[in-house]
């Protein structure tokens, strides 16, 4: 790579629409508490934080004001990276969700559900 340049994007995503809404589906039944907020008050929120990355990912957001429409992200670049490769994209649920959710409780990067604010 070359200095100061990020090069391409590769996202390792999973080939049909994941909801939003079944990530905080999944996250109740952890026993996480937490309001349901519009798009509008997302992009607010996450703009808000101070981290680019964050506020960057406001600019994806879908435009339906509910968790229901997925978020998408183009993958013609992983695809073709992984051409000849044994590597595939399992779907996200079940397991592999349950898999992600742990590492993320288990980094700290989600808190525990008694340190949830409501």
Request: charged content about 20%; aromatic content about 8%; overall charge negative.
């Given at each position: 790579?070359?200095?100061?340049?990020?090069?391409?994007?590769?996202?390792?995503?999973?080939?049909?629409?994941?909801?939003?809404?079944?990530?905080?589906?999944?996250?109740r039944?952890?026993?996480?508490?937490?309001?349901?907020?519009?798009?509008?008050?997302?992009?607010?929120?996450?703009?808000?934080?101070?981290?680019?990355?964050?506020?960057?990912?406001?600019?994806?957001?879908?435009?339906?004001?509910?968790?229901?429409?997925?978020?998408?992200?183009?993958?013609?670049?992983?695809?073709i990276?992984?051409?000849?490769?044994?590597?595939?994209?399992?779907?996200?649920?079940?397991?592999?969700?349950?898999?992600?959710?742990?590492?993320?409780?288990?980094?700290?990067?989600?808190?525990?559900?008694s340190e949830?604010?409501?």
């Amino acid at each position: 790579m070359t200095r100061g340049r990020t090069g391409a994007t590769y996202h390792l995503t999973s080939l049909g629409p994941f909801p939003v809404a079944a990530v905080l589906d999944r996250l109740r039944d952890r026993g996480h508490h937490f309001a349901s907020l519009t798009r509008e008050q997302w992009v607010h929120a996450l703009n808000e934080t101070g981290d680019d990355i964050l506020a960057l990912a406001a600019t994806h957001l879908p435009s339906a004001s509910d968790a229901d429409a997925p978020v998408a992200f183009g993958r013609d670049n992983t695809l073709i990276a992984l051409a000849d490769s044994p590597i595939s994209f399992p779907p996200i649920e079940g397991a592999v969700l349950d898999a992600y959710l742990d590492h993320f409780a288990d980094t700290g990067f989600f808190p525990a559900p008694s340190e949830m604010r409501t």
